[in-house]
């Protein structure tokens, strides 16, 4: 059975959410067991407001704790005994334990991600991707959204590649539609990296490039993947999670205004509650790690057992599908220097 292991420690909710979004895991399914690292008193504390099977959760006990003040390479190295140190060492040793999820220091998750479980033979950089809700009903990946501030166009062209991947892997979808995040739909729009960029991407045939998008685009266009450098796709990440926030209250607002409001949203409340859903990104768990040798999610630091829920089911189906071997796969039906090399020679003519 596939083994997920957590860090019961991360995260501004933690233990207590943490905990919960675990045992809410193994009531929706059976494919696979838990490993919590961190204070085995603590984690003890919370399992104990639960029923489970104890047979299907380990505690692995540690001492510390890496926060978002710790410099995260540095805590990597010396906070050893930490949860999420703990975890790492445990995912890249242990062949049965095949995900691991996190709500702490995205810095520290990316540090530990590249130097102890290892990039993928090819993949010049991880990129975080989640899925966001989009007016089809379906989910659209954004690639990447904070991981690099700063990319190079072969960095969108592995972005591009691993988003295609993980969208078949883990939505069924054959042939997903891939856009560049920039400032304008033509072609000649964005700075010179984001143009030299959308030739590249234009060049490979082992994706479905459709050109650039923009942000107004990301929940209401018909791409399944849209890449972006990570300052970009954070910015815009948090604007689509301000903007279903505001649209919430709003509504919520307008609803008890007076009794007249309120029998209309009564009357709505079918449609309100609908998008209140489509809205709440917590129930669409962490972004995957995608580029590492085995399935890491970072779940948002603030996310309560709803969201580490769906990132252990995220994680469950992202192992099942074998997400790395199909990036691995996907990356091998092209040469993208060779393809990078007469994009500039383009150029040059």
């Not at 809410?24 to 489970?52: P, R």
């Not at 810095?107 to 989640?130: D, E, H, W």
């Not at 990447?144 to 166009?153: I, T, V």
């Not at 304008?184 to 490979?204: F, I, N, P, R, T």
Request: charged share 25%; net charge neutral.
């Amino acid at each position: 059975m596939l083994k997920i292991i957590i860090d019961a420690m991360g995260g501004d909710n933690a233990p207590e959410e943490i905990v919960k979004g675990a045992v809410q895991s193994l009531e929706k399914s059976d494919k696979f067991s838990l490993i919590l690292t961190g204070d085995e008193q603590k984690i003890n504390a919370e399992l104990a407001k639960y029923k489970y099977d104890a047979t299907r959760i380990e505690i692995m006990h540690c001492t510390d704790v890496i926060d978002n003040n710790d410099v995260p390479t540095k805590a990597i190295r010396t906070k050893t005994d930490s949860s999420l140190v703990v975890a790492f060492d445990r995912l890249k040793k242990d062949p049965e334990v095949g995900a691991l999820i996190t709500a702490g220091s995205t810095g520290a998750t990316l540090a530990g991600g590249i130097f102890m479980v290892g990039r993928i033979k090819g993949i010049s950089r991880p990129a975080l991707c989640p899925a966001l809700p989009n007016v089809r009903g379906t989910q659209t990946l954004l690639c990447d959204c904070g991981a690099n501030l700063e990319c190079k166009p072969m960095n969108f062209a592995h972005f591009a590649i691993m988003a295609s991947a993980y969208a078949k892997a883990a939505f069924g979808i054959e042939n997903p539609k891939v856009g560049l995040l920039n400032n304008g739909a033509e072609e000649h729009k964005g700075d010179e990296v984001h143009q030299a960029a959308y030739k590249l991407l234009s060049k490979m045939d082992c994706i479905n490039f459709g050109g650039n998008v923009e942000g107004r685009e990301i929940m209401y266009s018909d791409f399944d993947v849209i890449v972006s450098d990570g300052f970009s796709g954070n910015v815009g990440l948090k604007a689509i999670e301000g903007c279903g926030k505001t649209v919430a209250d709003v509504l919520k607002k307008a609803a008890y205004k007076n009794i007249f409001s309120m029998l209309g949203a009564l009357c709505a409340k079918g449609v309100i509650d609908e998008l209140k859903s489509m809205l709440d990104y917590h129930k669409y768990g962490g972004s995957v790690f995608l580029g590492l040798k085995k399935i890491v999610v970072k779940s948002h630091g603030s996310s309560k057992a709803k969201t580490i829920c769906a990132s252990i089911l995220k994680a469950a189906d992202a192992h099942e599908n074998n997400l790395v071997k199909t990036i691995e796969d996907m990356l091998s039906t092209v040469d993208l220097q060779a393809v990078e090399a007469a994009c500039r020679a383009e150029n040059e003519h």
